[in-house]
């Protein structure tokens, strides 16, 4: 039996990755979490990791001997990037950097998926939408810049080294138990608040006119799956919807499934410092490499979402 050892899992990939290991891949399951965190699933082996301790990476990798890395730890909210960039680049490059090492180091060869995101494209120029994978990279915050200095590295040490990696640039994914920092999460807690009476029936919002590419979390983890048994080593695959649709229409879809009326404000402070414009993926190179469509409709996603924030509190 092959296992699969998923770095950083306490988080809301981690958790959709798990499960869908658990219901469609016959693997064991090792997973890491920080010590402060907890991952409530039955079926797997849980290790505490700190990725910015090396020695602490070897040893695991030396105890549990992996077939399948998929290398989910990262700081990877773009709002707190620009609060704390120290900690953005220590945790995904530098982390990326000790976990690329130790699995250097050992005398055997797992296959690795770095996961990366459509937010290192940055500055698209219209004519280059939707995005393949070879396009310029112009990062536009310093999320988006941490990770694609990740992508470059673990391209280089695919070829130095021989080593087995992959890396995907994953576009905005959404769904159930997302946490409040991203967007749709953000927009469906405030709607749940509201319909309870919680708050005034007013969502503050950012930027509404930026266009990104949602998918369903289901969709990306499964697309990871594929990918670590399908993918080439030194590649960079795409893993978004394909189609890149308005903040205003994500909220409109919400305003529309909400039971109670509801009012939309303009919050300065929710206005990023840089905003890109459009950014819609080029997923042609997934699909011809593992046969991955999108199954999972946004609307679908969004009334789950709302759904989950309902029956908090």
Known sequence: MKKALIIGAAGFVGNYLIDHIQKNCIWSIVVTKMPQEKIEKT??????LNILEPERIKELLEDVRPDYIFHLAAQSSVGLSWKNPGLTVDVNIKGSLNVLDAIRDLDYQPRVLLIGSGEEYGYVKPGEVPIPEDNVLRPGNVYAATKACQNMLGKIYSQAYGMDVMMV???????????????????????????KGLREPVIHVGNLSARRDFSDVRDVVRAYTLLMEHGAAGETYNVGSGKAIAIREILDIILAQAKVPIEVQVDQARLRPVDVPVIEADVSKLEACTGWKREIPLEQTIGETLEYWRRQG
């Not at 079926?43 to 505490?48: A, L, P």
Request: proline fraction near 6%.
């Open 43 to 48: 079926g797997i082996e849980i290790r505490d």
């Open 169 to 195: 640039r994953a576009f905005n994914h959404v769904g159930p138990s997302q946490a409040p920092l991203f967007v749709v999460a953000d927009f469906c807690k405030q709607a749940a608040e509201i319909e």
